[in-house]
């Protein structure tokens, strides 16, 4: 058997070329293999914040949002299944305390659901960003997702920008 060689032209795309029957094409979309809905969401300005707080991010500037799932700063799927879900929270950083603390959550339904928490003693500087990530599942109707987070100590405040993404929530729906 002869193998093609790879050229950028004779490659299997997102159609596969034949179909039950073995005729026609399926689209990857069709047969259920899509990562839809899908949702990406930023703060677009600094948000002040009080320290040491729980506080819900004010994600104001829609990136992507497939299905319009996202709104009043949080994703209620209206497809059941599990998501992958992450929020990103850039937060100031320096002043006097050489303790600073950063939590970033993603609450479910109003409640803390999974969180990530660094502690950068004796080392501020070093503190700008924080990650979390889960598999939610939602049931489709009333489950929502939102991001929260808290800093203690240097400057209070989760860092927003209009051209480039610094705090943000994003996810997808699994295959499977």
Same mark, same amino acid.
């Given at each position: 058997?002869?193998?093609?060689?790879? &050229?950028?032209?004779?490659? /299997? @795309?997102?159609?596969?070329? /034949?179909?039950?029957?073995?005729?026609?094409?399926?689209?990857l979309a069709a047969a259920g293999l899509a990562n839809t809905p899908y949702?990406? /969401?930023? !703060?677009?300005?600094?948000?002040?914040?009080? @320290? *040491?707080?729980?506080?819900?991010?004010? !994600?104001?500037?829609?990136?992507? &949002?497939?299905? @319009?799932?996202?709104?009043?700063?949080?994703? #209620?799927?209206? #497809?059941?299944?599990?998501?992958?879900?992450? /929020?990103?929270?850039? #937060? @100031? #950083?320096?002043?006097?305390?050489?303790?600073?603390?950063?939590?970033?959550?993603?609450?479910?339904?109003?409640?803390?659901?999974?969180?990530?928490?660094?502690?950068?003693?004796?080392?501020?500087?070093q503190l700008d960003f924080n990650t979390v990530s889960s598999i939610v &599942?939602?049931?489709?109707?009333? *489950?929502?997702?939102?991001?929260?987070?808290?800093?203690?100590?240097?400057?209070?405040?989760?860092?927003? &920008?209009?051209?480039?993404?610094?705090?943000?929530? !994003?996810?997808?729906? !699994?295959?499977?």
């Open positions: 058997m002869a193998l093609s060689k790879v &050229d950028g032209t004779n490659f /299997v @795309g997102p159609t596969l070329p /034949v179909a039950s029957g073995g005729t026609g094409a399926i689209t949702f990406f /969401v930023k !703060l677009s300005a600094d948000q002040s914040i009080s @320290g *040491d707080t729980a506080t819900k991010v004010a !994600l104001d500037s829609e990136i992507w &949002d497939s299905a @319009g799932d996202f709104a009043s700063n949080r994703f #209620t799927a209206t #497809t059941a299944g599990k998501y992958y879900i992450e /929020v990103g929270i850039g #937060t @100031g #950083t320096g002043g006097a305390s050489s303790l600073i603390e950063s939590t970033a959550w993603i609450y479910k339904n109003g409640a803390a659901y999974a969180k990530a928490y660094m502690n950068y003693y004796n080392n501020p500087a &599942d939602f049931d489709g109707s009333s *489950d929502y997702v939102e991001a929260y987070g808290s800093v203690n100590g240097g400057t209070e405040v989760f860092n927003g &920008d209009s051209s480039v993404v610094e705090t943000y929530m !994003l996810g997808y729906k !699994l295959i499977g």
